[in-house]
């Protein structure tokens, strides 16, 4: 997927998400989209991150952190694997992200594995806000000076 | 307090780390490979602001030791931690810890 797709996809996931968050039919699953709302801006950002083409700046983050993480699919290292998850570099990169984000992916969770129940889940407003946050921290540090809809590279 | 496992992840945890995810009162370890564990955490609170609170705190733990393990983790129902267990016992789930 091109950069700008993450962008995208992004924003597609968002306005499902707020469309269905607080309805009574759809909120469960506006969770799930403004989950994957927020994993396409980490996407986003991890591959306009210019750290990532410092080895150096890595190293100074994290001893284990390698260039080729930016592109990194899965949520948490792979079993047997020694590289980073989404989640691990979220927490990495953007720390100040990490909570909401795995907030995000709890309520997604609830939603596609558990029964769903609505009271486990975060209300409208909160998800938006997590959702905001996630957002405005890694694409905020990811393109630095820049309209956070800018997508040129 | 019941204590299972003695793998190198859990090692790695312990029990002053899952005490200090608010709220837990059962936390079930599956370890997956060499440096990565799946917590599976019954929570006193069965509400979205309990889970809020203990993700908070699972996030520190996980920024904590990123590196050394790799942390999932997921909820269980109260009560019903043991079904969960059951469920997957063909992937070896442990238990770990009771703080009740």
Not at chain 1, 13 to 35: K, P, Q, R, S
Not at chain 1, 46 to 58: K, P, Y
Not at chain 2, 50 to 61: N, P, S, Y
């Amino acid at each position: 997927m091109e950069v700008h797709e993450h962008l995208d996809r992004h924003r597609y996931h968002l306005e499902i998400g707020l469309t269905l968050a607080g309805t009574e039919a759809g909120h469960a699953w506006g969770c799930v989209a403004a989950f994957y709302s927020a994993y396409h801006a980490v996407k986003f950002a991890l591959r306009r991150d210019e750290r990532f083409d410092d080895l150096s700046a890595l190293k100074a983050i994290n001893a284990h952190l390698q260039p080729d993480d930016r592109y990194a699919e899965w949520h948490r290292a792979r079993k047997g694997s020694n590289r980073f998850g989404i989640s691990e570099l979220v927490a990495l990169m953007y720390p100040a992200a990490a909570g909401p984000y795995d907030k995000l992916h709890q309520a997604s969770i609830e939603v596609r594995y558990q029964q769903g129940r609505l009271h486990l889940l975060p209300p409208a407003d909160r998800l938006e806000s997590y959702l905001t946050q996630v957002y405005d921290i890694v694409v905020g540090t990811a393109v630095k000076d820049s309209v956070h809809a800018d997508t040129s590279e | 307090m019941n204590e299972v496992s003695g793998t190198t992840d859990f090692r790695a945890l312990g029990e002053d780390v899952l005490k200090r995810v608010p709220g837990v009162v059962e936390v079930w370890y599956r370890p997956e490979s060499e440096g990565s564990v799946e917590l599976r955490l019954e929570l006193a609170d069965d509400s979205w602001e309990a889970r809020e609170q203990a993700i908070d705190e699972l996030v520190r733990i996980r920024l904590e030791r990123i590196g050394e393990v790799s942390i999932g983790y997921s909820f269980a129902r109260p009560h019903v931690a043991e079904d969960a267990v059951l469920e997957q016992s063909t992937r070896s789930a442990e238990r770990v810890h009771s703080f009740v």
